[in-house]
Nanobody, 125 residues
Framework: QVQLVESGGGLVQAGGSLRLSCAAS????????MGWFRQAPGKEREFVAA????????YYTDSVKGRFTISRDNAKNTVYLQMNSLKYEDTAVYYC??????????????????WGQGTQVTVSS
């Protein structure tokens, strides 16, 4: 069973940057798509970004396009989320995710096989 360990969350001013990291262990995950979701208080968990198993394809929700960048290092079994130009509405708990099946993409919550513990990102106005 895969275990995901997240780091990099914190408190930043609007316009600032953070980089989230998620390291996978327990099972080989190099051929699995990975991604990030977030959940704000009182709201449902929503998709943020995803990256294919090869790293050749990335996907973003409209609200973060041009500001966030997802990447992965398969040798380290680690996925990153670089967040620039942060806004107050980005405030949420961010969760790392791994796809249920190898090679296939993350297209929503139902496609996720494992979740990280979550890391808090707070953006002050």
């Amino acid at each position: 069973q895969v275990q995901l360990v997240e780091s990099g969350g914190g408190l930043v001013q609007a316009g600032g940057s953070l980089r989230l990291s998620c390291a996978a262990s327990g099972r080989t995950r190099s051929t699995y798509a990975m991604g990030w979701f977030r959940q704000a208080p009182g709201k449902e968990r929503e998709f943020v970004a995803a990256i294919s198993w090869s790293g050749g394809n990335t996907y973003y929700t409209d609200s973060v396009k041009g500001r966030f960048t997802i990447s992965r290092d398969n040798a380290k079994n680690t996925v990153y989320l670089q967040m620039n130009s942060l806004k107050y509405e980005d405030t949420a708990v961010y969760y790392c995710a791994v796809a249920k099946n190898p090679i296939t993409p993350i297209v929503g919550i139902d496609s996720v096989g494992s979740w990280g513990q979550g890391t808090q990102v707070t953006v002050s106005s």
